[in-house]
């Protein structure tokens, strides 16, 4: 009777574990990321990192999945600084914006064409001047219009200008 209990509390006890909804991780898979650029073109999503990681999916999310699923390790998406956001995908914006990967205090901007994930992030490291986006998700939840400030580049060049 009592080795009966026992085998029936260890098996409870798996049961526990392999049914937790808590989880590790190995920290060396993890993928820090410090820009996201995304861009939408023939139909398609497309979101890279500064490391050079890509996406493709039908809207933010997907691309977003696609490029978790892709990826050699476990990309970190919320360690993210910046978010660069192409005029050509901002007919979702307010989805991107809203995606639970962000961190709150990521900076967003917007490009008027689209912007290398890995070249810009230096410059963006020296220049911070760019919205939230808890401060988007609050304008877009009060209706307030907020201007982003967009990256421009040429000839491997950036600058900052007034937002649109």
């Not at 220049?127 to 400030?149: N, Q, Y």
């Amino acid at each position: 009777m009592k080795r009966s209990k026992s085998a029936m509390a260890l098996a409870a006890l798996a049961a526990a574990l392999l049914f937790s909804p808590f989880h590790s991780e190995d920290a060396s898979e993890r993928i820090p990321v410090q820009t996201l650029c995304i861009r939408f073109a023939d139909g398609v999503y497309q979101v890279q990192t500064d490391g050079g990681l890509r996406g493709f999916g039908a809207d933010p999310a997907a691309a977003f999945a696609d490029l978790e699923r892709s990826a050699p390790g476990l990309p970190a998406f919320s360690t993210a600084r910046q978010l660069i956001v192409a005029d050509n995908a901002m007919d979702s914006f307010s989805e991107l914006v809203f995606l639970e990967c962000l961190h709150p205090g990521t900076e967003v901007y917007r490009s008027a064409a689209p912007v290398d994930a890995g070249d810009v992030t230096a410059f963006l490291n020296r220049h911070a001047a760019g919205v939230s986006v808890s401060r988007l998700r609050s304008a877009i939840l009060t209706g307030e219009a907020i201007k982003l400030p967009e990256i421009a580049g040429a000839g491997g060049r950036y600058r900052i200008c007034d937002g649109k």
